[in-house]
């Protein structure tokens, strides 16, 4: 199994621009997450996916944040416009949610590096 | 609702030493926790995760945690440490919903 892709995994852009991170999740898997690191606020949940749904997005930051689940092998999270203080990792984690709630593994991509100049 | 508390910020160990990662929660309801590790420029993964049983659980690489219920800790150990494990580790709760709750991480250092 290829394991949870992001791409791209580096992102160098302009403040204002459109920034648009790509996330696949292991074939199966049926919840899907974003979330943001950065060294001052640790590891972020920004929103949440259970069979392509969205379950919970009150951890986006604000409204230039969008993040969409067309179907159960891809996700988009959008920034729109961008802003210097958007500058973080941006990881996708996947899981099979087959058990009871919380108990499943989180299988995270390798992160996608975004710095908004 | 939880919250997690990793006591060391960073933890510098010689080669070959035992090494203990602090970790305590917080929480009014059972809780299932899980330790992650993240090397240089990848994504987390699972160390191991207790989720309920014995207290004692052993996961991969050597390493292992203890469930204290009267403490509200998961400290992780091990006993004899590589090079290779120098990585960032997170101690991470659930109450049983779909949101877990990481720590801020200790980077672990290895030191020749």
């Given at each position: 199994d290829a394991g949870v892709i992001q791409s791209p995994r580096h992102e160098v852009t302009e403040m204002g621009q459109e920034v648009t991170l790509r996330?696949?999740?292991?074939?199966?898997?049926?919840?899907?997450?974003?979330?943001?690191?950065?060294?001052?606020?640790?590891?972020?949940?920004?929103?949440?996916?259970?069979?392509?749904?969205?379950?919970?997005?009150?951890g986006m930051p604000e409204d230039r944040f969008s993040a969409k689940m067309p179907n159960a092998s891809f996700s988009t999270l959008k920034i729109q416009p961008s802003e210097p203080r958007d500058s973080a990792v941006y990881f996708c984690a996947s899981v099979a949610s087959g058990g009871a709630w919380g108990t499943d593994t989180q299988y995270f991509g390798p992160g996608t590096r975004l710095t908004v100049l | 609702a939880q919250s997690v508390t990793q006591l060391?910020?960073?933890?510098?160990?010689?080669?070959?030493?035992?090494?203990?990662?602090?970790?305590?929660?917080?929480s009014s309801v059972s809780v299932y926790?899980?330790?992650?590790?993240?090397?240089?420029?990848?994504?987390?993964?699972?160390?191991?995760?207790?989720?309920?049983?014995?207290?004692?659980?052993?996961?991969?690489?050597?390493?292992?945690?203890?469930?204290?219920?009267?403490?509200?800790?998961?400290?992780?150990?091990?006993?004899?440490?590589?090079?290779?494990?120098?990585?960032?580790?997170?101690?991470?709760?659930?109450?049983g919903g779909f949101k877990t709750i990481f720590g801020a991480g200790t980077r672990l250092f290895v030191k020749a």
């Amino acid at each position: 199994d290829a394991g949870v892709i992001q791409s791209p995994r580096h992102e160098v852009t302009e403040m204002g621009q459109e920034v648009t991170l790509r996330c696949k999740p292991i074939s199966g898997h049926n919840s899907l997450f974003w979330y943001r690191q950065t060294m001052m606020r640790g590891l972020e949940l920004l929103i949440y996916f259970n069979n392509n749904v969205p379950i919970d997005d009150s951890g986006m930051p604000e409204d230039r944040f969008s993040a969409k689940m067309p179907n159960a092998s891809f996700s988009t999270l959008k920034i729109q416009p961008s802003e210097p203080r958007d500058s973080a990792v941006y990881f996708c984690a996947s899981v099979a949610s087959g058990g009871a709630w919380g108990t499943d593994t989180q299988y995270f991509g390798p992160g996608t590096r975004l710095t908004v100049l | 609702a939880q919250s997690v508390t990793q006591l060391d910020s960073q933890v510098p160990v010689f080669e070959e030493a035992p090494v203990e990662l602090r970790c305590n929660y917080s929480s009014s309801v059972s809780v299932y926790l899980f330790w992650y590790v993240q090397y240089p420029n990848q994504g987390l993964q699972l160390l191991l995760k207790y989720l309920s049983g014995s207290t004692l659980v052993k996961g991969i690489n050597g390493f292992e945690a203890e469930f204290n219920k009267s403490q509200t800790s998961f400290h992780l150990r091990k006993p004899s440490v590589h090079i290779s494990d120098t990585a960032e580790y997170f101690c991470a709760v659930s109450a049983g919903g779909f949101k877990t709750i990481f720590g801020a991480g200790t980077r672990l250092f290895v030191k020749a």
